[in-house]
């Protein structure tokens, strides 16, 4: 089975202007209750704060959110991925940067237009669905799973 990225995130993304104050972005996170914001300038996506971005680079450095504008804080460059990708390479990318959101973008003109969200929760909480499916089709054909698979599909499947 050939998942993408389009096929685990959200569409609907919080995002703040690159001139917003850092005070403005953590409360849209606070009253929401999600960890991260994507950045815009003039419509393209040039940034994300996290709350790793909030720890890090606000309390430790002991900055003023109060007038602390987002571009001081956010983490860019930004890796970002296209909805066709495969989930197997989305989730590559997050480990070998050590991130856990990824922006889903489409080119427009000279600019990077979000079009969605992924993040290494939204894919955990597709994959039990993947083993579980994986099971099915195994069993439709009345063949047994290879051992190593096998283990796997009694672990994620409770």
């Known amino acids: ?13 919080v995002t703040v202007d690159i001139r ?25 996506v040039v940034g994300i704060v996290t709350e790793r971005d909030l720890i890090q680079r606000v309390i430790v450095d002991s900055v003023d959110p109060e007038v602390t504008q987002i571009k001081q804080i956010m983490s860019t460059p930004l890796i970002v991925v296209g909805r066709s990708l495969a989930l197997e390479k989305a989730v590559g990318l997050m480990f070998e940067h050590g991130i856990k959101k990824l922006p889903v973008v ?53």
């Open 106 to 158: 489409e080119r427009v003109n000279d600019k990077m237009k979000l079009v969605g969200l992924t993040t290494l929760t939204d894919i955990a909480r597709i994959q039990p669905k993947i083993i579980e499916t994986l099971k099915d089709l195994f069993e439709m054909r009345g063949e047994a799973p290879p051992k190593s698979m096998e283990k796997v599909m009694k672990y994620y499947i409770v």
């Open 1 to 13: 089975m050939y998942l993408t990225v389009e096929d685990v995130m959200v569409e609907k993304v």
């Open 20 to 44: 917003d104050t850092v005070k403005y972005a953590a409360k849209l996170m606070s009253v929401l209750g999600i960890g991260c914001v994507v950045v815009l300038e003039e419509g393209g």
